[in-house]
């Protein structure tokens, strides 16, 4: 037994005859080996990746084989590892890294260059995950839901200018400027009040400070009013000075500057199967375009979609019927103003199909005006009207009519037997069941994506895209740097990819 202090490790300079092998350094069971496996078995070409199909060349260096790059980049999603220059740090000294890389090391504008060039064959590979899925039968394809949150973008609330915050920082500049050139005046009028002192330099002081203050202000006011002119000529609501894509979204009382990211989830394993991002805080206008692209990813010919209140648009449902989805979504509920006052509301009067006319509280028929009305909102109505000489005299007027109205007219959307065959499945006993499952789907991984995978805000500026399998793609030209992956969590921490 030898008399030591302490463990000792080995000696830097020992030379070994038989050094270990780089296949030693992961075990059989890594998931690395996984991501090894799935790119070896991609068609790298017809995915459409740079320099996939490139013959040997005599001159010149060769470039990185984009398969090891991939392998890289997949690597740096599943452990979340942001930036190129983090993974390039990673291939040097990470052992699992080392082993799939095969002791390559690529620099990180070559990391990023790759990400850049290859965006859309990246997406390629996300679809190809999503088939995998679906293989491997991790995809349940007959019920999903949708939803969307806010994700802070690489922009401040400060970065981000309205119209009406313009206007008003234009207009305080010219008050100040204006109260800085009355100051200018005033210091002329004190100067020509006071006897001239030869001995002293009359000509700088007060006044050249504020000319210095108001030179800055009016250069400051002329940008003020040059964001304010760009605005206007780009028929935007929102300016962004850092990210040019990022919007001040509000909802709830809260607000972020960045995108909304919309996620359609399917109910199995709760896999998100679409996915887009927006810089629209509300969520109403894109129930159809995210329900067809999950039908479309999914492959499916019927398709059950919930959603939230928020989702709920006439002309939407009216699409996802046209292609065969089946929609659940929540009418809104009002303010229930008309109810508080004791008065009729829609809701009093039914529509008699046969009749095509609707009935009032007094049993009275409103009938069909001639003619197509369009609406506020641009959907084209027919209308009906009751006899003005029936509500002269009908007891419930009061209660019916404004004061000024003699007779009361409704206006009919021309699909509005699409809002009525919603309204009876959201009556029926299932949509009360699927309801219930709806937040319990779909906020599952932006709970996981906001908690684990990602930091609090992207690095990148420019609109996102995240892919079905969880990988967030750019699309702004100018994109750099490779992205992260949240494969792990999109699978609800039992990582489908290695099943
Ligand atoms: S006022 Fe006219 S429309 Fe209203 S309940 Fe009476 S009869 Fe019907």
């Known amino acids: 037994m030898t008399n030591r202090t302490f463990k000792s490790g080995e000696r830097r300079d020992q030379a070994k005859l038989l050094p270990a092998r780089i296949e030693d350094y992961v075990g059989s069971d890594n998931p690395v080996r996984a991501i090894e496996s799935f790119v070896c078995a991609l068609d790298l070409a017809k995915l459409g990746f740079r320099h996939a199909d490139r013959g040997a ?135 020509a009040r006071q006897p001239r002192n030869d001995g002293h330099d009359d000509g700088g002081g007060d006044g050249a400070d504020i000319g210095a203050k108001v030179a800055a202000l009016m250069a400051r006011r002329s940008r003020a009013q040059a964001d304010l002119d760009r605005l206007e000529a780009s028929g935007e609501t929102q300016l962004s000075v850092t990210d040019p894509d990022a919007r001040l979204l509000v909802k709830g009382g809260q607000g972020v500057a960045g995108y909304n990211v919309q996620a359609v989830v399917d109910d199995k394993h709760k896999l998100i199967v679409a996915s887009e991002v927006v810089n629209d805080s509300s969520d109403v206008n894109q129930l159809h375009a995210m329900a067809k692209a999950a039908t479309e990813a999914l492959e499916a010919e019927s398709l059950q979609v919930l959603a939230d209140a928020g989702y709920y648009s006439s002309t939407e449902l009216k699409a996802c019927e046209d292609d065969g989805i089946v929609a659940y979504v929540p009418p809104p509920e009002g303010n229930g103003q008309v109810e508080k006052q004791d008065r009729f509301s829609l809701k009093n009067f039914s529509y008699d199909t046969a009749a095509d006319a609707y009935r009032c509280p007094a049993g009275e028929l409103l009938r069909p005006m001639p003619g197509r009305w369009p609406n506020t909102s641009g959907r084209v109505e027919f209308r009906y009207a009751s006899r003005s000489a029936i509500c002269k005299t009908c007891q419930l007027r009061a209660r019916c009519l404004s004061p000024k109205a003699s007779r009361r007219t409704i206006g009919r959307w021309e699909h509005q037997d699409v809002l009525e065959r919603h309204r009876a499945r959201m009556q029926s006993a299932d949509a009360d069941k699927l309801m219930r499952r709806r937040s319990a789907i779909v906020e599952h991984p932006f709970g996981t994506l906001k908690l684990s995978a990602l930091p609090r805000s992207w690095l990148q500026q420019g609109t996102w895209r995240m892919e079905p399998d969880g990988a967030l793609l750019q699309l702004h030209p100018r994109a750099q740097y490779p992205r992260l992956r949240a494969l792990r969590c999109l699978h609800g921490g039992k990582d489908a990819f290695f099943a």
């Open 57 to 191: 060349e005599a001159m010149g260096q060769p470039p990185y084989d984009p398969a090891d790059l991939l392998k890289l980049y997949l690597y740096g999603y599943i452990n979340q590892v942001r930036s190129s220059r983090r993974l390039e740090r990673e291939a040097c000294r990470n052992l699992e890294l080392i082993w799939l890389m095969k002791n390559l090391r690529p620099g990180y504008r070559t990391i990023a260059n790759f990400r850049k060039e290859n965006w859309k064959a990246l997406q390629a590979v996300n679809r190809g995950f999503v088939l995998l899925a679906r293989e491997l039968g991790l995809v349940g394809g007959a019920v999903v839901a949708i939803d969307g949150s806010f994700f802070h973008g690489d922009a401040s609330k400060a970065s981000i200018f309205t119209r009406r915050r313009l206007a008003e920082q234009v207009a305080r500049l010219d008050q100040e400027i204006e109260a800085y050139g009355k100051s200018l005046e005033d210091n002329d009028a004190a100067e």
